[in-house]
T-cell receptor
Framework: SQELEQSPQSLIVQEGKNLTINCTSSKTLYGLYWYKQKYGEGLIFLMMLQKGGEEKSHEKITAKLDEKKQQSSLHITASQPSHAGIYLCGADILTQGGSEKLVFGKGTKLTVNP | KAGVTQTPRYLIKTRGQQVTLSCSPISGHRSVSWYQQTPGQGLQFLFEYFSETQRNKGNFPGRFSGRQFSNSRSEMNVSTLELGDSALYLC????????????FGDGTRLSIL
């Protein structure tokens, strides 16, 4: 089963509209990361959240980690065509061996129509 | 500061062949992780190398292997290629193992015919 669930899978909005992408885990999140990916390219780091209730903003993008640290949301205000891409959340999980690895949700494809 | 560099960018192989992909991390980064990205499974962790040692491994068959050199550059090898190995292979580096954020290269798109 997928360790991180993202919703929605895809999103089409009109330029200027606000939108929210969610990332949910069944386990406590110790580190939650948001990345953006253009098709066929690498991931661009957006933000990292570690504390319950933490909220960070960069330009028109705001990410929050809920108090129970099992869900994060990414909010874009007044979307622009440059925001289009695939947004992925990633989280640190503990492996059976006790080390950490980074797992990802399947991504949310965002299209912004001018 | 140069980013993570992956070579080649595109590769076409046939079933049964083997392939080696290369990743040069950001200068000063000693941890390199490899991921496989497909439309169906999304981004999946392959393995991580730190100081020339494999620190962690995902759930992939033994056909997938890797190594890291003393200059932190890493290679990934896939033997006996299968059609299902067609994917975008991404490499990411970080200063040390377990540190975030990871910085990603643009990937190698591998197509198996």
């Amino acid at each position: 089963s997928q360790e991180l669930e993202q919703s929605p899978q895809s999103l089409i909005v009109q330029e200027g509209k606000n939108l929210t992408i969610n990332c949910t885990s069944s386990k406590t999140l110790y580190g939650l990361y948001w990345y953006k990916q253009k098709y066929g390219e690498g991931l661009i780091f957006l933000m990292m959240l570690q504390k319950g209730g933490e909220e960070k903003s960069h330009e028109k993008i705001t990410a929050k980690l809920d108090e129970k640290k099992q869900q994060s949301s990414l909010h874009i205000t007044a979307s622009q065509p440059s925001h289009a891409g695939i947004y992925l959340c990633g989280a640190d999980i503990l492996t059976q061996g006790g080390s950490e690895k980074l797992v990802f949700g399947k991504g949310t494809k965002l299209t912004v129509n001018p | 500061k140069a980013g993570v560099t992956q070579t080649p960018r595109y590769l076409i192989k046939t079933r049964g062949q083997q392939v080696t992909l290369s990743c040069s991390p950001i200068s000063g980064h000693r941890s390199v992780s490899w991921y496989q990205q497909t439309p169906g499974q999304g981004l999946q962790f392959l393995f991580e190398y730190f100081s020339e040692t494999q620190r962690n491994k995902g759930n992939f068959p033994g056909r997938f292997s890797g190594r890291q050199f003393s200059n932190s550059r890493s290679e990934m090898n896939v033997s006996t290629l299968e059609l299902g190995d067609s994917a975008l292979y991404l490499c990411a580096s970080s200063i040390r193992s377990g540190t975030q954020p990871q910085h990603f290269g643009d990937g190698t798109r591998l197509s198996i015919l």
